[in-house]
């Protein structure tokens, strides 16, 4: 029997759901789907520049996972450019350490422990316009403008 595959730990989430070649119309059934544990990857890896061991460190997973998700995250994105296709970036064996919310007035992100209330109003603009995103990304809440 094959070992049960360990949650990827996210520290955080994307605040979009993709992107789309400019000139072309969304064809989502050729999208190529990014999966949110090689987003988190590239983000620790080419956005923060951690090396390969501290991204595995922080996502809870081994250095070689780590490696692999790279890889497979690098191969999609490539391809996504070349044959000019829209990728998603959805999905996957994830975990996530907190809550995260967006302001779709002021782009303000905010982080808070799993168990804490859901703010009201954003503390950046006071607009009532946040946006869970671990409903979003980890669950699909098929509400906000991103998951229409």
Same mark, same amino acid.
């Given at each position: ?20 070649? &400019? ?9 190529? *789907?990014?999966? +949110?544990? =090689?987003?988190?990857?590239? %983000? !620790? ?42 990728? &998603? ?9 907190? *809550?995260?919310? +967006?302001? =779709?007035?002021?782009?303000? %992100? !905010? ?38």
């Amino acid at each position: 029997m094959a070992r049960q595959k360990t949650l990827r730990e996210l520290q955080e989430l994307p605040i979009i759901k993709g992107f789309r070649p &400019l000139w072309l119309r969304p064809r989502y059934g050729r999208a190529i *789907t990014l999966h +949110l544990e =090689e987003y988190e990857v590239l %983000r !620790l890896v080419d956005y923060e520049g951690q090396t390969h061991e501290e991204a595995a460190e922080l996502m809870k997973v081994s250095r070689p996972t780590v490696t692999r998700i790279y890889e497979s995250a690098r191969k999609k994105l490539g391809a996504a450019l070349v044959e000019g296709r829209s990728f &998603l970036i959805e999905g996957g064996d994830v975990s996530v350490s907190q *809550t995260h919310y +967006l302001c =779709e007035e002021c782009q303000h %992100r !905010l982080s808070l422990p799993l168990d804490a209330e859901t703010p009201a109003l954003c503390p950046a603009c006071g607009t009532e316009r946040l946006v869970n995103l671990n409903d979003c990304f980890v669950r699909g809440c098929q509400r906000c403008s991103r998951c229409k």
